[in-house]
């Protein structure tokens, strides 16, 4: 038997969640079976990007954030915003695809520009990183 987590989102700022079972019969027929969707609720426009695992979901979007949702697949699937993640400048950008590592938590920003988190200091961030040939102001 096989079981994974499938999360969908779009332009309302929710994620859906599913768990997707498989099992094979005992002739030789795969048979997937999958949940009832569990909304994960938080974002304030568009979800763009998605990052799955067994334990977690992290997600970014149009209102600049980055948030980080534990996930329960053992029993009814379940899930609860951990961390939201914003950056301190006014000029909230949308982040619009994710980089997660082991220690390190990455968005790229709409402008083109990286913010980062690490998972080891508190979350602290990281400067952004700059494009080459971008000058500082």
């Known amino acids: 038997p096989g079981l994974a987590i499938v999360a969908t989102a779009g332009d309302d700022g929710t994620i859906l969640l599913r768990r997707l ?8 027929v795969v048979v997937a ?8 609720a938080g974002h304030s426009g568009r979800v763009n990007d998605l990052y799955v695992d067994d334990h977690r979901v992290v997600s970014c979007g149009d209102d600049g954030t980055i948030r980080v949702w534990a996930v329960d697949g053992v029993g009814d699937l379940e899930g609860r915003s951990v961390r939201t993640l914003k950056w301190k400048r006014s000029n909230r950008l949308a982040i619009t695809a994710l980089l997660v590592g082991s220690s390190l938590l990455a968005g790229l ?4 520009s990286v913010v980062a988190f690490t998972f080891l200091s508190a979350w602290a961030e990281v400067a952004p990183l700059r494009r080459a040939g971008a000058s500082r102001v």
Request: glycine share 10%; charged share 25%.
């Open 109 to 112: 920003r709409s402008d083109g």
């Open 21 to 28: 079972e498989t099992s094979t019969t005992r002739l030789g």
């Open 33 to 40: 079976t999958v949940s009832a969707p569990c909304k994960l």
